[in-house]
Structures are given as C-alpha cells and as structure tokens.
C-alpha cells in the first residue's frame, strides 16, 4: 500500500509517493508562485499527485497533507494561513474531491514533526516532541502515535511558550517565547550583537568565509577557540535547554528530536546542550528513564512522509 | 459500580466511597503520622478502606490512589516521595494484596486534577488542563480522558516550566520557574515585599486583621482601593497569566481549571485573567474557539474523587 504525502510550502509543493513503512519512492515539486489563490494552488496539487503516480504507475491509497498555519484537521479547514493568504479554506475535501481519495490535512510542522516520529529519529518510541530550529521555532507533539492538535487544532505552538518574560519582542507580540532565544533568527541575533560590541572577534572572519552571518558563524568562529563566538554559543544553547527542560518537565516524552539548521550541528550541540538540560529536568535524581535528546533523521523529506504517514494512521482508523 | 479513592497525603489519609457518576458516599480519614514506615501507612490506609465499606455496607469495584512525590502508574510503584520519605516502594501491589481488588495509583496533583476532568469544572470537555496555586503550583493534563504522565510518570509539572529565565530562585533549583510567579507562596512574597517599601499601605491593616500575611492579603487591600495592594495584585495575575498562556499555546485545551486558596478569589481573580490571558494566545485573532478559563468545584474532595474515577477507568479498560 502506497501514500501521497504533500509538503505544502510558501515556495514549493512538494509530492511524495511513501511506503507504508516510511520509505519514499518517488518525488515530484513545482513552485508554490505565490501570490495565487487557493484553487489554483489546489490545482498544482492535483496535478502534481497525478504526476508521481502516473511517473511509478502506481495508485495510493490516501493523501496526507501538511500546510503552514492554523489547520483544523477535524472540520478539515485550514483556519488561518498568513503564508499562503488563506482563511477558512476546506482544503481536505477540495482535494479529496479532485483526487477521489481520503485526505488528511495537518499543520506543517506538526506533519514533519509526525514523519520524525513515525519514521525517523523518534520511530517506535511511545512518546516525541520534535523541534524546528528555523526562523522561528516549530514543531509537534506526538503521544501514543496521535499529533496533539487541542480542541482547536491550534496546539504545540511550543516557539510561543514565554521562557524569558520581559525578554525580546517576538513577533507573535509577547516577550521572551522560547523562539527569541532559540531560534536560528535569535542566535543570528546573538551573533551579530557579539559581532558589534567585539571588533576583534574571529566572528568576523567566519562570517566573510561564509558569504554573510548565518546560523554556522558563532559555532564556526567558537570552534576557532575565539572567546567572544564561545559565549554567544553558551548563551543560545542555555535558551535553548531551558525551553527543552521545559518541555520534558511538561510531557516527559521518550524523545526530544531537533531539526533545521541549527540542528545540523549534530554532536557538537547536542553533548553540551543535554550535559545542560539534564540538571533542569525536575526529579532528575530519582528518574529511572531519562529523555533521549537527539537529532532529526529525515531532512527536507519529514514534511512529504509525515503527511503520507498521517494518511495511512488515518485510514487505518476509519 | 461503587470506587474507592485514597488521597493519601503529609498530614493526613483521605478514604472516599464514589459512584460512578463522581458523587461520594461517604469518607473517613486518619492522620498520616509522619514519619512512619510505608508498611504503617498503608496499614491504615486498608483499614480505612474497610471502615468505610462496613459503615456503608457496600462493595466496591476497584481503588484509586493519589500520592505527593514521582509515581510510576504503570508499574504501580512510588518512584520517589519526599514527604513520604519512600523510594520506590510497590504501592499499587501491597494494597492489591491486602484489599483484593484492583488498585491504580498517579501523583496526587495529577490525580486531583483527574477528579475536576471527569466530574468537576471540566466534566464533558475533550481536554483540560488543571492548576493548584498552593504552595507551589501543581497541576495535571487530561487530553481525550486520560491524565498526561509522559514515559517516565513524572509529566505535567507545570510548575516547573521556566516562564522567567534568571528570575527569583525555585526549590527545583531553577530560577524563574512559573510557580516562583503564581503560586500563593509567590503571592505572599510579593506581598511582603511591597509591605516593606510601603509602610503606609493598607497591605499592613489587612494582614493584622487577618491575622497574618496570606495569599489574601492582596487582594483584601486592593479591594480598599490601596494602590500598592492593586500593583502586587496585577504582578501576580501577570505572572500567573504568562504560564497559562503557555499551557493554552502548548496544549489548547478546552479548559483551564484553577483551584488552591488563592483561585478562591473567584471571578475577582478570573476576570481580569481572562482579559490578559486572551490577547496572549497565539493566533486568538482568528481562533474560532477559545479555551475557558474557570475556577474548580470539587474543593478538597477533589483527590478522593479523582482516585476513584481514575480506578473506575482503568477496570472499564481492563
């Protein structure tokens, strides 16, 4: 049995053919050319999902869906998209419509965050909360196999959780949300603050090396031995742990997945930042299990199989 | 069907007799008598069972338990209870032995917070979120009929979400934990805090004629128009809104449930909550369904009666 996953992006639409057990088959993507209005990027939708079946001359058995912004997956309505302009668009049964087949539809992050736990780094385990490290912080919550959406579909917006209240404007228009100290924007931020109060800094030099300041400069120049990059290193991966502690004392799941670019840092962000998470854990002392705090494994696939994994748990459900 | 539910807590045991519609028939308790073996107290704790049984002249189905400290529901063992003094002691199978009947046991906050979910403030709501403001900040999720324990069954601490990184001091270790802002705790430091920069405040009239300084005192003064009184009273309820916010962002339950001395300030305490909290919520803009924010109704029966829907659950599961 074979899924269609869409990734359904403020540049691209990607379409995955996927196995039941996660493995894609076939790819096909066009450009989301926005501004468009929502029936001519459904069209490109249809088109696309066609396409990758005509291409492996196979036939899928249910869509899944991830779209950026408030989704509701019950009434299948995307509420809210400030991304793709749309407001109360009934998306699943647009395409269902079109296609002739069931479909699923999920908030873009919650979507790649279910492909993480279905079928990457967080696969088998009971429990997941996955985190973007992009321009703001994304990601999903996923408990016993099931995405928390909250009665309204609008849950696991955990870059809006306040860490540091007072802090940094956030562009949701509170101060402080986990995303001002954790996002790639935020450590940007950090980087460049660094960079103008230290002229002598190597945070220079690795940000000319790189054609610009971008999430790598304070890890690169840090790696150099420069003191000033080290610091703004400690202090993004501090916001970054308190949000993480936060989260395990809130869910305690099995695993903590973390992806986007800052997450491509691999171990080098990962050994110090659970040496730091781990003592802000409540009953740390006494737990018999502990959180395993890792990298995501799927890349810019999570979005395509997460979406065809939701359509198969989907139909498996029905 | 009649339930047993035991809130076993520092000072004392609490026995209830329930239906299955939450309703309780009739308790007892007994002093906890600390420090006493786990063997002591769980021997009163099968006597009282008993006692209420043969007072009622009753059967019952099964028996819930709600314990302070880190408890494993799922191997029915108390990981680590500081007030108790217990390290991982088999709670769950000693009682089982001794009353013959099936026994589930969960912390005694999140138990609590069961108890408001099935038959209390959020009885019918898909989802709810249930917080203490006591001496900490205590609490439990319940999404889709079952209580949030995570992996490990020390989930839902609330109270240890860092929502004021850097801030006052928290018994976790942590600085800036949401309970060092919302619990009464919280409430009575800022209270004497502004009780020594103002003199002249009615803070100080308010406190002798209530015999001491109390998460009341506040209010009691804000109510007598005393400005300092007003400014404490706004810091707390900013304080406290920040974490609820977070849990609406995180969890977008259908409820938010406050109960502890200080939610009995009633709707003095909620409607200006609800008017901070509102514009806090991501996305409230478009959001076609808002989470209630509501004070608790079960009062102090809410462990006994939690314990016994808990134990009503998990037979109908069995």
Redesign the interface.
Known sequence: MLYLGIDLGGTNIKVGLVTAGGEVVRTVSAPTDLPRSAEEVCGDMVRLCREVLDDAGETAAAVGVGCPG?VDGESGRV??SNNLRW?DFPLRDYLSARLELPVTIGNDANVAAYGEAAAGCARG???AVILTLGTGVGGG?I?GGRL???????????G????????EPCT???K?CFET?ASATALIRMTREAMAEHPESLLHTAALLDGGVSGRTAFDAAELGDETAGAVVRRYEH?LA?GI??II??????VVGLSGGVANQGEKLLVPLRAEVE??V??HA????KTRLVGCTLGYRAGIIGGAMLARQALAED
Chains 1, 2 share one sequence.
């Open positions: 408030t509420v809210y407001v385990a009971e429990s919550v408990l928390l959406t909250g009665f309204t579909g609008a849950a696991s917006e955990l809006h959780m306040v860490t540091a209240d007072g802090g949701c228009g509170r402080g100290c916001g308190v502690a936060n004392n809130i869910f305690f799941p099995e003592p802000m409540f009953g006494y737990a018999k299990k």
